[in-house]
């Protein structure tokens, strides 16, 4: 097998190179304590084969992946901080839930935690709490305001 691995893995490890080699380096020395630059050693054991097999397991949250992603602002968001993130959300809507509920005056709705890719976009799931209990407000407040009576009388 003159020319590198049957499967690609030499022209799949070099384009891989050539698009985030600086990440990749360092996820190998900080992941797997192994010197990338071994691929290039006759009798290293790290084979391009090999290379690509270990790349494929980073986590998610590492350099490489994060540079695949779309850049350092992907940097340590595995899926724990993602998970973190949306409970976070949760517990503020839940919150903004009870305050609106229970008060004369309208709070502002919280924002939700800021996440890489989606630089502070608005939720515009209909699905989602946030939307259902801003339309359940809206309709009781709609009630409220129509007769000045509560709802049920």
């Not at 935690?113 to 009781?140: C, D, H, M, W, Y």
Request: charged residues 25%.
């Amino acid at each position: 097998m003159d020319g590198g691995d049957a499967a690609g893995g030499s022209a799949e490890l070099a384009r891989l190179i050539d698009k985030c080699g600086e990440a990749l380096l360092a996820d190998f020395q900080h992941h797997y304590q192994i010197d990338l630059r071994d691929v290039l050693r006759p009798g290293s054991g790290l084979s391009p084969r090999r290379a690509l097999a270990l790349v494929r397991q980073l986590p998610l949250e590492s350099a490489t992946v994060a540079a695949l992603r779309g850049g350092p602002e992907f940097r340590g968001w595995g899926t724990d901080r993602y998970l973190l993130a949306m409970l976070i959300d949760a517990v503020n809507d839940n919150t903004f839930a009870f305050i609106s509920a229970n008060s004369k005056r309208k709070p502002q709705p919280p924002k939700p935690v800021e996440r890489p890719g989606k630089a502070a976009q608005k939720n515009t799931n209909p699905n989602s709490f946030r939307a259902i209990a801003k339309a359940k407000l809206a309709a009781l407040k709609r009630k409220k305001g129509g007769n000045g009576e509560r709802p049920g009388n």
